[in-house]
């Protein structure tokens, strides 16, 4: 049973850069896409961009042009940058796998990782 | 970010049938397979339904999926405590090329 596991830093100050990378165990990176989603305090899903095993990446329009999805298949891990954080970055990340067989949805899912965003 | 629109709140009374809907457009809901993800307090997401109508294993009967045209339903029958939960739709919009999600639905079991 495919496992992903999210890490890096709970706190990251404002205008600084948010880093975070999930690690893929029980199979292989490769032949899927793997996808960050947030969820703001009480908020819902906000999906923020996806990566084939590749290097093929798709991010969010409004989030465009500060996020960055990168991919080491050499360690079964897949990371999120997001640039010049504001507290509207503070949410739970998540990393989830995209099964893109036939259709294309998130079938499993990391635990999610807490970042606040403050000084 | 929610493009595809559900009621922010539902409740039932144990035993009873609840229904929560999700409706959306034609390049995500009417052109392609919606999902159902269930996300109990403090926990992620969980895939409850899968292209409109299937059950992953492990899933109970109580849950059910449709969909017609550009609007989908869950349905819960048999409600029961351990159903009080956040309620996503989700589908893959053509516009956009990457999925979406509906605001999430809290089922509240009385």
């Known amino acids: 049973q495919v496992q992903l596991q999210e890490s890096g830093p709970g706190l990251v100050k404002p205008s600084e850069t948010l880093s975070l990378t999930c690690t893929v165990s029980?199979?292989?990176?490769?032949?899927?896409?793997w996808s960050w989603i947030r969820q703001p305090p009480g908020k819902g899903l906000e999906w923020i961009g996806y990566i084939s095993h590749i290097g093929t990446t798709f991010y969010y329009p409004s989030l465009k042009s500060r996020v960055t999805i990168s991919v080491d298949t050499s360690k079964n891990q897949f990371s999120l940058k997001l640039t010049s954080v504001t507290a509207a970055d503070t949410a739970v990340y998540y990393c989830a796998r995209l099964d893109c067989g036939g259709d294309c949805y998130h079938d499993h899912w990391g635990q999610g990782s807490l970042v606040t965003v403050s000084s | 970010q929610s493009v595809l629109t559900q009621p922010p709140s539902a409740s039932g009374t144990p035993g009873q049938r609840v229904t929560i809907s999700c409706s959306g457009s034609r390049s995500n809901i009417g052109s392609n397979y919606v999902y159902w993800y269930q996300q109990l307090p403090g926990t992620a997401p969980k895939l409850l339904i899968y292209?409109?109508?299937q059950r992953p294993s492990g899933v109970p009967d109580r849950f059910s999926g449709s969909k017609s045209g550009t609007s989908t339903s869950l349905a819960i029958s048999g409600l029961r405590s351990e159903d009080e939960a956040d309620y996503y739709c989700?589908?893959?919009?053509?516009?956009?090329?990457?999925?979406?999600f509906g605001g999430g639905t809290k089922l509240t079991v009385l």
């Open positions: 989700a589908a893959w919009d053509d516009s956009l090329s990457g999925p979406i």
């Open positions: 029980g199979g292989s990176i490769s032949n899927y896409y």
């Open positions: 292209r409109n109508d």
